[in-house]
């Protein structure tokens, strides 16, 4: 039996993560619809009040973190530009270090804008580096990932699928975890999949979980060889036997699958799946929730806790994330709120 870990969260406080990543600006402009285009058949927005920005992708992983009162340093790319200078703004306002972060004259910095009208989003504009990361700086993150790795309680790749996650790079974090025995955790990439071999943890959703099924059958030699052959998710039986694959197959200390209203499942090894009821009163909106999960479960393991223990606060705090509208990091006194009410 597995007791609420409220005594966990009193050891948040000054524990050093890095998140390394793809840095996002997000972009949200509120408004109401009265009327409809008479140039197309679409919604007009009359927008109320000025556009709200928060940090997204990796960024938004790390403003979790801060929130929750660790000491973070995020490592990734920004363009030259406007965006990058309102998240630094950012940055500093939230306490989340920036020594890790390489600009690249040349390119842009990746924006999401949101528009969103009666609670509701109407559309998503994205603005991304076409040419990706550049192999200077990429190399430049890599430099600073091994210069400074051993000074963080823990490690969180948070993999947007940009450019920042590479093979290259997780392999050497991944040695780096040996040499260390640090905690390494990866929100993933369903194309990246076979990159994460041997992570503490890896944090997908159903969906993502059941493409990297298929992705893996398709186009690994060794995915051949796995005992599930329907990517189609549909019952938690299927969910148990998915993961105990995918653990086995990546060699995972850990996976913990995200199921929406049903919940998550933590997959370890030589024990049974763990299976965790949802918390969340009402989904309002899931835009950031994974970057919740990862944030609380890896934080949760560096102040002590047991892989089953961070799992259990994750679920309550994506329980209080869903019940919000964007990207938004949780607290602690929120997550107590939240286990004191269950």
């Known amino acids: 039996m597995i007791n609420f870990p409220t005594h966990i969260i009193s050891c948040f406080r000054g524990k050093k993560i890095l998140v390394i990543g793809d840095i996002i600006l997000d972009q949200y402009i509120h408004g109401a619809v009265e009327r409809i285009s008479p140039e197309a058949p679409v919604p007009v927005v009359l927008q109320e009040g000025e556009a709200r920005f928060t940090p997204g992708g990796a960024a938004n992983v790390a403003n979790n973190l801060s929130s929750l009162g660790a ?69 430049k993150i890599i430099a600073f990932i091994e210069k400074n790795f051993n000074k963080f309680d823990a490690i969180i790749l948070s993999d947007y699928g940009k450019g920042v996650i590479t093979k290259d790079l997780v392999r050497r974090v991944c040695a780096l975890k040996r040499r260390y025995r640090k905690i390494v955790t990866v929100d993933p990439k369903v194309e990246h999949f076979n990159y994460y071999h041997q992570a503490t943890c890896i944090t997908p959703n159903r969906k993502e979980t059941e493409n990297a099924i298929r992705n893996i059958i398709i186009t690994h030699e060794k995915g051949r060889q796995l005992k599930i052959k329907n990517d189609k998710l549909k019952t938690i039986k299927d969910v148990r036997l998915a993961g105990q694959e995918i653990l086995n197959y990546l060699n995972l200390e850990s996976l913990l699958v995200t199921l929406g209203e049903q919940g998550m499942c933590l997959f370890q090894k030589g024990q049974e799946p763990f299976l965790i009821a949802t918390k969340a009163k009402e989904v309002f909106d899931v835009t950031g929730a994974g970057d919740t999960v990862i944030s609380v479960f890896t934080l949760s393991l560096a102040a002590g806790a047991s892989k089953q223990e961070a799992a259990i606060l994750a679920n309550y705090a994506a329980g209080v994330v869903v019940g919000k509208t964007g990207a938004v990091a949780v607290t602690p006194n929120e997550i107590l709120a939240a286990m004191t009410e269950s």
């Open 71 to 139: 000491r973070v340093v995020l490592s990734g790319q920004v363009g030259d530009d406007l965006e990058a200078r309102i998240l630094y703004r950012e940055f500093k306002k939230r306490c989340i270090g920036t020594a890790g972060l390489v600009k690249d004259l040349n390119g842009v910095t990746s924006l999401k804008t949101r528009i969103i009208a009666q609670h509701q989003q109407v559309v998503r504009v994205d603005r991304e580096n076409g040419s990706g990361v550049s192999l200077e700086a990429s190399q």
